[in-house]
């Protein structure tokens, strides 16, 4: 868990100098660096300030989320939390995150709309790899933590809502 093997690269946005730092995984899925700190606020070579960041994606696991769901000042890297957890790769893990753990407020909110998310782009006929039987299953968990989506409601966007309540026993 602790070791650094994340790679991140600093990119000079006007001469192109690539500065490369390894982190460990929780430093790159919480995007904990201070960049400024640890390579200098100026490009080595030119001394601009400016620099696109390049992370390795990170694939989280049970722990990141874990620690995630309990500390409100963490923060996954991509800016829309929720569209990064609709995935069926994290499926299991958010699945064990929503059941497990007393977990804060707001992050469990983040997880049920990521659900939802999953229903969602599995229901629309715009996307031509929806897959039925995923759709089905996550419809099955979203029932079983009905109580916890209601509370949930104000969280999710109205046009998830629109497809997806529809769907589910007793919204
Ligand atoms: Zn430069």
Redesign the pocket.
Known sequence: MDKKNHKIERE??????IQSLTVTKKEAAFDLIDYDRVLGV???????KQFSITFQNVTLDLDILKEWSLDSELYLQEQDEELLLADELYLDIVLKTLDTHKILDHKRNILLEALCIIVYDNTIKENPKRDEDLKNRVIFELNTRIEQLRLADDWVMDYIKEVVYPQLNTM
Not at 12 to 17: I, Q, R, W, Y
Not at 42 to 48: H, I, L, M, S, T
């Open positions: 000079c946005l006007k001469c192109g100098t100026k490009c080595p070579k030119c001394f601009n």
